[in-house]
């Protein structure tokens, strides 16, 4: 209960008024083209019909229809305040899944992430996405909550680092990354942008150091940091001498974090990752050249997807498709299904779909009365986004192949249910708001 039915003046409203049902659409739509997509990926080689229960067309279709129920009981069924209450519960418990599995999953391509019950398989990293949003918007909507204050930023910095650090120690590097995304959340909600500042720089000093030598990441690290101090004096008062000396600290921080990160590139890269991954980010910026090896799926996949032309070639018509020379064509490269059989038409349809999903979030997010519907939207954007640019450009070759889903297309019923769940949890939210107005 919200308290709104005392409100003079407010009345209540049913479900068919309440429900964002363009979002409901959207989100089936785009679970119908991976069903569709994921069949023609695997339709030479696997089933009958689409409807072969034996194959992953026909077990996707399985993991459709419980999605479709939960998304049913979440709607209809389960009061959406309860997520706010059991936030720090669920989250520890997926927390704990994720540091057992390391220690009881089977080794699977490099990495100890899925727990295996009978035939079926689970992965607690796609869960975390939920309970870490949860818990997050839980903890920042809190009267009194503020970025500013150091305590509560290391409450915060500890939600998302744990699961994420948890995440890495499975090998899991894909999913870490989506915790990155969460950054754009607490922008939003008041982080100052020079921490922003420091993350874009610690990328580009990553990638410089890798491409270059180490010294010429600290030569382009002190003319960006010296820019932005004398554009500070530029701009500030002369009487704001607190800002500047702020400014200078700042500058100075940067500077440090930028030279000692520049000199543990070396050790993250050799050390912290695994061989498969270093290979697949120098083939990537260009280093090496491995058309055989780790480079094979990018440049299978970008063939697939430039052969498509403007309409494609047609459903099941593919080539590279039927043909099998993209490897995990139905998970982690469901998109250059869509780029060679409907072309760039039907890539760029895909996309919009996914542009409409995450500003109809931000839209909704954005006219909610209350900080937690509010944050835990953003956090369901942020993941959809870092999702869709990773997966995206990792199929046309501007990422490297880490293994991350496409939401909502790619084959996998953990994958499926997280954002399926993920989704409705906001849908309800934002209904129960809408209810008494």
């Not at 959340?185 to 100052?192: A, D, F, K, M, Q």
């Not at 942008?193 to 180490?214: D, E, K, N, P």
Request: net charge positive.
């Amino acid at each position: 209960m919200t308290g709104r039915e005392n409100i003079p003046g407010s009345f209540s409203r049913g479900l068919g008024k309440t429900v964002d049902w363009r979002l409901v659409a959207c989100y089936l739509v785009l679970v119908l083209i991976g069903w569709v997509n994921i069949y023609a990926s695997i339709h030479s080689t696997e089933p009958a019909s689409i409807f072969d229960w034996s194959a992953r067309s026909g077990k996707q279709f399985i993991w459709m229809m419980t999605a479709f129920v939960l998304d049913i009981l979440i709607l209809f069924a389960i009061n959406p305040r309860l997520w706010e209450v059991v936030s720090p519960y669920t989250y520890v418990f997926v927390l704990f899944l994720l540091v057992l599995v390391i220690f009881v999953s089977k080794d699977v391509k490099g990495s100890h992430s899925w727990f295996e019950l009978g035939p079926v398989k689970f992965q607690p990293a796609e869960i975390s996405k939920i309970t870490t949003s949860l818990l997050l918007a839980m903890v920042m909507s809190k009267p009194g909550f503020r970025l500013t204050n150091r305590r509560h930023m290391l409450v915060v910095a500890l939600i998302i680092g744990l699961p994420m650090l948890a995440i890495l120690g499975e090998s899991e590097t894909g999913s870490a990354l989506v915790y990155v995304g969460f950054v754009f959340v607490l922008y939003r909600e008041g982080l100052s942008g020079w921490w922003l500042f420091l993350l874009g720089m610690a990328i580009l000093l990553f990638i410089l150091t890798l491409v270059t030598h180490w010294w010429v990441s600290v030569a382009v690290l002190s003319v960006v940091c010296a820019a932005y101090y004398f554009r500070v004096l530029r701009n500030s008062r002369r009487e704001a001498i607190n800002y500047r000396r702020l400014a200078l600290r700042r500058t100075l921080l940067a500077f440090a974090a930028g030279v000692l990160m520049s000199l543990a590139t070396g050790f993250i890269f050799e050390n912290v990752l695994q061989d498969h991954q270093r290979m697949r980010i120098e083939v990537l910026l260009g280093l090496k050249e491995d058309p055989a090896g780790v480079g094979y799926n990018v440049r299978q996949s970008m063939i697939a997807i430039g052969s498509g032309g403007l309409f494609g070639k047609g459903f099941l018509q593919g080539t590279q498709t039927t043909y099998g020379f993209v490897p995990e064509q139905s998970t982690d490269f469901i998109f250059c299904t869509v780029g060679e059989e409907w072309g760039f038409f039907g890539c760029l349809v895909v996309i919009l779909l996914y542009v409409f999903l995450i500003w109809r979030i931000i839209s909704d997010a954005d006219r909610s009365r209350e900080a937690f519907t509010r944050i835990y939207g953003y956090c369901l954007a942020a993941c959809l986004f870092m999702h869709l640019f990773i997966n995206i450009g990792m199929t046309i070759g501007l990422m490297p192949v880490i293994g991350i889903p496409l939401p909502l297309l790619s084959y996998g019923g953990s994958s499926l249910w997280a954002f399926s769940v993920m989704i409705f949890i906001f849908i309800a939210l934002d209904s129960q708001e809408k209810k008494y107005f």
